[in-house]
């Protein structure tokens, strides 16, 4: 369904998105992200956006595919937008972990890690977001390929991370904002999960979450904390956000969306509007 889409967008809007090919899931599907961009003749930074690392957080891929539509419906019509179009390009990744998402719907709800078989096929999937090569399995991981953080047999092990890595990577120095949508929890995280040593950048990152926080709860009243993950939430390590931003994206952030817990994974189906409609 996120293929067709994707493929509908890219029609529909065809001289604002063009969809390129990241690389492949373990299983074998393409992954694919789009790239809304307003012709012109200056350079203009990146931001980049990833939903769906983690397969249960269905309303990650939900947001990202909302944040697309919202941009190529109103960019004529919201100045906002069209601001940010003259000065910026979007790379959206719908779907990062597409191999977990489709297990996620087909056979476990709660499952959360990609689908590569480990120990001779008795267990399976790696938690991507301990997969990046940021002090990969210092902390908050598992080395029992059972368990839902397990980080992988070494760094970017898997071919989901690898191809995410390699893309970023390459586009580095355009790269102003990589951020990576998950849930759930109210919060946007700041670097770093394996350190409570603030970024040397800290208060700029600090400045622009505050924002975003603000924003965020200026439309339904929705609270959003803020820090770093290690101090806020739990310490972790080869995520992708604390990954980017050592490889030097100066603003890496994620954001966890509703709820706090009531519902958890499983958002109503009433609550995916307005939670896309305030993250916008």
Request: aromatic fraction near 12%; include cysteine; charged fraction near 20%.
């Amino acid at each position: 369904q996120i293929y067709q889409w994707m493929t509908q967008i890219q029609k529909n809007y065809s001289e604002l998105v063009t969809q390129h090919i990241l690389g492949k899931t373990f299983e074998n599907r393409t992954m694919y992200y789009l790239q809304i961009s307003q012709p012109s003749n200056k350079t203009k930074k990146i931001i980049w956006m990833d939903c769906g690392i983690h397969a249960r957080e269905w309303i990650s891929p939900a947001f990202c595919q909302w944040f697309v539509k919202e941009i190529l419906q109103n960019y004529k019509t919201d100045p906002k937008i069209s601001r940010f179009l003259q000065n910026l390009d979007f790379y959206v990744l719908p779907v990062l972990n597409i191999d977990g998402y489709i297990y996620s719907w087909e056979e476990d709800r709660f499952w959360r890690k990609s689908r590569s078989p480990h120990e001779n096929g008795t267990c399976y999937g790696t938690d991507l977001n301990r997969n990046f090569n940021s002090s990969w399995g210092s902390v908050g991981v598992s080395f029992n390929c059972s368990s839902d953080i397990f980080c992988g047999s070494g760094p970017e092990s898997e071919p989901e991370t690898r191809a995410v890595a390699q893309f970023i990577k390459n586009k580095k120095s355009d790269i102003l904002c990589y951020l990576t949508i998950h849930s759930y929890g109210q919060l946007i995280l700041t670097p770093y999960g394996s350190t409570t040593t603030p970024p040397s950048n800290n208060e700029e990152l600090m400045q622009v979450a505050k924002e975003a926080a603000a924003a965020l709860t200026g439309k339904y009243g929705t609270s959003y904390k803020v820090g770093s993950t290690a101090l806020i939430l739990y310490s972790n390590s080869g995520s992708s956000r604390d990954w980017a931003h050592t490889i030097g994206i100066p603003l890496s952030y994620t954001f966890e969306l509703r709820d706090t817990g009531t519902h958890g994974f499983v958002l109503p189906a009433d609550q995916i509007q307005p939670t896309c409609a305030e993250t916008m």
